[in-house]
């Protein structure tokens, strides 16, 4: 059965009538219910207190098609898990948020109402683009302060790879380097601009902080960064910052307080295995020092309040508008000792204090449903539920470097198990946190996405998906350029502002790509439910009341894609990308009266917006 023939449901705001309810508000629900789905009647399932609660769903409005049914769920608990009961002569089955199911099913891909506040606003409206900072740009003028433990190299010279010598290379990219590259940014329908640390530190990429009092010197210091934040706001633009909640580096003077001193309360934010020299640290780095949250006094001077860290560096025309916490999955885990949650939810409460409107994004390459409670991250990096089926879907054949560690090479996968991946994750958490989430192609941390894709036109499909998920996109600087790297040593090569090796035709497509997304409600806000599943094609439509947008991805030339018409309400639509508008199919046999046929040439990324 196409996948628009089976009944469908997601947390958007075409399906939930209050997304940020308050506790025991009655919310409705809608489920959409293709003719032909067999569906007769349908009841709401709801867990308050613990125990689980059935509300009847009553057929509430047609449209071409379909049965919309409306229930009423109470929003008994801060986050109440709900799905459907569906029944009608094929049988009794749940839909929740992995599909439909025959068999008993565990409350886990339960759809989520949320009484916690909901993420900023302006999240939804955001294309971000990732900087970091020694390799983006380098202003113009005299040398900076070179610090003793760095190995200076010119804007040109070769990325060094491997061992303690590739992070001392350092190229002096700065803070008024990013400012003057503002234009570029903008251009590609970028709003937002996160900064990976900007600390002093022994490194070239500032994990180690060795102080969160001030910005890096060879950075351009605290008047740097309060310029940038200044011109970025001033073009409507944002900024995040990048803070280890995990770590600081041994040069803090936190450490050294603590290895100085065994009865100093500072002692008390590290974990000693046996004083000064023995300790916990991050995957036994021991430059990387790692906090022990259970200290009171830690969480007031790092998370807490607006006199922290996390407090004073927020907010204001010269500020950050949140941050990405580096290494979130292990920040307070230690052994027995768990306290992740407690520190999301302080730095939750901290921004709400100083300034509401922050992002709180977390670090997470697994599985991160465990830590989206609603009330601490707002969402993740989401390298489970977009770069991994992504990346194992269009980049077959051509695994670049590992995974955090895992071995061997990344399968190749079909569009079934893309699909299936993407909605594993998706169903693990609330909506919120899906659309509070970054989908990206690639960081920092990770092989460049033209080296994983393989080919130059999987690069473009890839980035098509990026720009139309249900997510942040966010574009690792060099990414829309082409640039390539086969690790993330080799991937972090400085921009060639000078334009050589630049895919200037490519370059045009992504900026295209971003300003679809700018331009269309449906792919900022819309809800997402797959069109067409198939080895080498995906097909998905993002909708809101007022738009309607059909995407296709595929990865190899192949058949016409026919989009049966349950449920498509259309048969035809702009293409918002210069390609071919949409065409019914030629005769019964392909599809069906009304259904749409897709072109399935490839590798290949559309979008259309539908006729209503």
């Not at 004073?312 to 508008?321: I, Q």
Request: proline share 8%.
């Amino acid at each position: 059965m196409s996948p628009l023939g089976r009944p469908h449901h997601d947390g958007s705001a075409l399906y939930v009538e209050q997304p940020a309810p308050e506790l025991d508000e009655r919310v409705g629900v809608w489920l959409r219910v293709p003719e032909g789905a067999g569906v007769t009647s349908v009841h709401a399932r709801a867990v308050a207190d613990g125990e689980a609660v059935f509300t009847e769903a009553r057929p509430a409005r047609r449209t071409p098609g379909e049965t919309w049914w409306r229930a009423e769920v109470v929003v008994r608990n801060p986050v109440t898990p709900y799905r459907f009961l569906l029944q009608g002569p094929a049988g009794t089955r749940w839909c929740n948020g992995t599909g439909e199911h025959t068999r008993p099913i565990t409350d886990h891909h339960d759809f989520r109402l949320s009484a916690h506040a909901p993420p900023p606003a302006w999240v939804a409206d955001a294309v971000g683009y990732e900087i970091f900072p020694d390799r983006f740009a380098r202003a113009a003028g005299p040398d900076p302060p070179w610090p003793g433990w760095a190995t200076p190299v010119a804007w040109d010279a070769a990325v060094t790879r491997g061992g303690p010598a590739a992070m001392r290379q350092l190229f002096g990219g700065d803070l008024r380097g990013v400012a003057e590259h503002l234009d570029h940014v903008a251009a590609l329908g970028a709003n937002l601009v996160w900064l990976t640390p900007v600390w002093p530190a022994r490194s070239n990429h500032r994990y180690d902080a060795a102080s969160f009092a001030e910005v890096d010197p060879m950075l351009g210091g605290d008047s740097a960064l309060h310029e940038l934040s200044r011109a970025l706001h001033d073009r409507g633009m944002r900024l995040i910052g990048d803070l280890t909640t995990n770590h600081c580096g041994a040069a803090h003077p936190w450490f050294r307080a603590a290895q100085a001193d065994p009865a100093s309360v500072e002692a008390g934010f590290f974990t000693f295995v046996d004083h000064p020299d023995r300790y916990e640290c991050w995957f036994g780095v021991p430059s990387l020092p790692k906090f022990d949250h259970r200290s009171t006094e830690l969480r007031r001077r790092l998370v807490q309040g607006p006199g922290s860290v996390a407090g004073r560096w927020v907010g204001g025309p010269t500020g950050f508008d949140g941050w990405r916490i580096d290494v979130a999955n292990m920040t307070g885990r230690q052994g027995a000792v768990d306290l992740t949650h407690e520190v999301a939810r302080t730095l939750r409460a901290t921004l709400a204090e100083v300034h509401p409107e922050a992002w709180l994004v977390a670090e997470h390459a697994h599985d991160a449903s465990a830590d989206l409670a609603g009330d601490g991250w707002h969402g993740t990096m989401d390298y489970a539920g977009f770069s991994q089926p992504v990346w194992q879907w269009l980049g077959a054949g051509h695994g670049a470097g590992d995974w955090w560690g895992t071995p061997g090479r990344r399968p190749e996968i079909g569009g079934a198990d893309a699909a299936a991946a993407v909605d594993d994750a998706r169903a693990s958490r609330s909506w919120h946190a899906t659309a509070a989430s970054m989908a990206l192609l690639g960081s920092h941390d990770t092989a460049r996405w033209r080296t994983i894709a393989g080919t130059r036109d999987r690069w473009l499909v890839g980035a098509g998906m990026m720009f139309a998920w249900p997510s942040v996109p966010m574009v690792f600087a060099g990414d829309e350029l082409g640039l390539e790297g086969v690790d993330a040593e080799a991937a972090r090569r400085p921009i060639p502002w000078d334009g050589r090796g630049w895919d200037r035709d490519g370059l045009a497509e992504w900026r295209r790509l971003g300003a679809v997304r700018r331009g269309s409600p449906a792919l900022r806000h819309g809800g997402s439910r797959w069109a067409h599943v198939g080895h080498d094609a995906l097909a998905w439509l993002r909708e809101t009341a007022e738009e309607r947008v059909l995407c296709l991805a595929v990865r190899a030339a192949g058949p016409d894609v026919v989009v049966d018409p349950a449920g498509l309400g259309a048969v035809g639509g702009e293409h918002l990308l210069g390609g071919p508008d949409l065409r019914p199919a030629a005769d019964r046999r392909a599809g069906g009266p009304g259904s749409l046929v897709l072109p399935g040439d490839g590798p290949a990324f559309h979008a259309w917006r539908l006729d209503t």
